[in-house]
Structures are given as structure tokens and as C-alpha cells.
Nanobody, 115 residues
């Protein structure tokens, strides 16, 4: 198992940038898939981006070209760099780890994009 703690959320103007961090309680080297999800008020949780053990990435169409997921195995941390933020990106962002077909979640960090 693993415990995940997100950080880096906050208030940002449209067009601005934020970098979210997901700190894991154990090595992430052997975790097959890690990712970021988000949930806006009144909407279902949706996948934002994933990164596999081999380093391949996948993004939701709505964030392609703007968001970048990366991992630093030495720091047991996964990042989500968010650029060109839009008001519709406002949501609680959650870190996720898939281990042996089980999913583990952080408690989330809030991102608000508003002028």
C-alpha cells in the first residue's frame, strides 16, 4: 500500500500556471501507473493524466498541450505541471496510484482559476 499527499494547489488567474506535487510514502519505482484526477463542483471525478512505470503518459483531451505529468523516483514524487490554466480547470485534484489492480488516493488539493 501507499499513502499519497498532494500539494501545490491555490488561486491562479486564467493563463497562469501551477505545479502540483504528489508525495508518496514509499518508493514509486515499482508502481505500474500513477495519475492525477480532478473533480469540479457538481461533476464526476475525471482522469487528467497518467504515467506508467515505463514513463509513458496519457492525457485527457481537455488538458493536452497544457498539462505535463512527470515523476521523480528518487523523491518518491509525481508532479503535474499546469500551464495556460482556464476557469474550467477549477477543481479538487487527486493523486492516484494503481498497485496490483488496487487504487489508492490522496485527499486532494484545490485549484481555483479565476480573475
Amino acid at each position: 500500500q501507499v499513502q499519497l499527499v498532494e500539494s501545490g494547489g491555490g488561486l491562479v488567474q486564467p493563463g497562469g500556471s501551477l505545479r502540483l506535487s504528489c508525495a508518496a510514502s514509499r518508493s514509486i519505482f515499482s508502481i505500474n501507473v500513477m495519475g492525477w484526477y480532478r473533480q469540479a463542483p457538481g461533476k464526476q471525478r475525471e482522469l487528467v493524466a497518467t504515467i506508467t512505470i515505463g514513463g509513458s503518459t496519457n492525457y485527457a483531451d481537455s488538458v493536452k498541450g497544457r498539462f505535463t505529468i512527470s515523476r521523480d523516483n528518487a523523491k518518491n514524487t509525481v508532479y503535474l505541471q499546469m500551464n495556460s490554466l482556464k476557469p474550467e480547470d477549477t477543481a479538487a485534484y487527486y493523486c492516484n496510484a494503481e498497485i496490483l489492480q488496487m487504487h489508492f488516493w490522496g485527499k486532494g488539493t484545490l485549484v481555483t482559476v479565476s480573475s
